[in-house]
Every structure is written in C-alpha cells, then in structure tokens.
C-alpha cells in the first residue's frame, strides 16, 4: 500500500496570523484541502496529522473524504511524522509512506507519482531544487563562508520511505526530516527535481503569491 502522512501540525508562527497556516482559505478553500485533493488519487490511505487544538476543524474538513484519518501531532515536526508513520505501519507493515508538509498546497501529481515510482530504487526519495541565491554561513552578523552552490539544494519533499526500515533505523535524536535521519544511518536518499510551485507558505508574502497563482489559474 501507499499511504500518505499529511504533516499538519505547526502553528505558523512566523506568519503572525491566529490561524495556523494550513487551514487559511485561499482561493475558496484552506491550503490542507488543496495538499490533500491532489493526493486522494494517488495514494491508498491518507494520515492526516493535526494538532490537538484544531481536530474539530480537521474532522470538518476530512468528513467529505472516505480514506482520509486523523492522528495527533507532536512537539516538533519530526515527531508528529513518527506519530503518522506509526499508524501506516499499524494499517500495512510494507507500505510505503509518502510524506508532504500540509503547508505545501502546489505539490504536482507528476511529482508525487515520481517519489512513489523512484522509491523502487533508493532506501527514501525526496524532492529538492537546486539553490537560487549564493549560500553563506554568518556568524553575529558576520560572514564567515561562502558555500559552492553546486551542491546545495533546496529539500521540499514530499519523502517516500519504507515504514518498517523508518522503524528499523529510527533513534532518539531530532530531525529536520527522514532524510536527515536516513543519511546519517548511511542509506540511499534518492533526489527527484522539484519545481517552485512547490514553495511552503511561510510568511505572509506567501499567500499573496498563492492567491496570485490561483487567480491566473497558474497551477
Ligand atoms: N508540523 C507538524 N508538527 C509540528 C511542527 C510542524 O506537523 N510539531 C508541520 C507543519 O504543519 C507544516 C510542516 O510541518 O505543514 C512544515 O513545518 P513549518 O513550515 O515549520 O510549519 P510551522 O511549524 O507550522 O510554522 P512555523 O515554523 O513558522 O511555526
Ligand atoms: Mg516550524
């Protein structure tokens, strides 16, 4: 089976808005609706990860759908994909799990039946765009590295993985991803080309450009 965990979870802090991000309507609809409209075909079973305070919405918003369930997040990012991760797991040991930020609302088709064909050949996959600007390290105020751009990326995912190697290799540290946790335990982290329309709406500047993009019918 293919199933996907829907990371929902977060607050949104840094966009200054009560309402977490995912659940603002753009376009007629909150983004999650649109992350999670462009997977119901494509996948077996949808996890939808959410946060304790915003079940009742989730629930409103989910009950239009027959494979779509529930399962509370965590503190942090990491956990509340572990969190999802183990109920695919409970519903199909083989599955293979295809993980996408739920503020990520213009994730193609073409890139999720990608990560779901690609997995047959890496331990995980994840979807990455090479960087844009010049990469630098700076240190109060100073900068102290110019990175070479030819190896830096921009990781977007969604990530596939297997569930039961994720549980076979999983510590107790934190990760950005499963791709970091996966690195370091030395496996194959396949990368597919991502687009820009995959961008996550992270500052308010976001949704403006979101509601652009629906306006002109541009995705
Ligand atoms: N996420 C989650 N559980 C958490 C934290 C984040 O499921 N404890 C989800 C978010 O809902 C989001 C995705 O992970 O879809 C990427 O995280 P991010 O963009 O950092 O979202 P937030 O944490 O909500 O935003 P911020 O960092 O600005 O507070
Ligand atoms: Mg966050």
Redo the contacts with the bound molecule.
Sequence with gaps: MNIAVI?????????NNST???YIRVGGMPLIVRVLNQFVPLVDKIIL?VNKDYVKEAQNIIKDYKNIELVL?????F??LINGTKRAYEIDKNCVVISH???RPFVSKQIINSSLEEIEKYDATTVSIPAIDTMVIVENNIETKVLDREYLYSDQGPQTFRAEMFFNVLDNENYSTVGELYVKKGLKVGVIEGDRYNF?V?HNIDLEFAEYLIEKGLI
Excluded: C, N
């Design positions: 990371l929902a979870s977060g607050k949104g802090t840094r966009m977490p991000k995912q990860v997040g965590g503190e942090t990012r956990q509340s930020d739920g503020a996550k992270t």
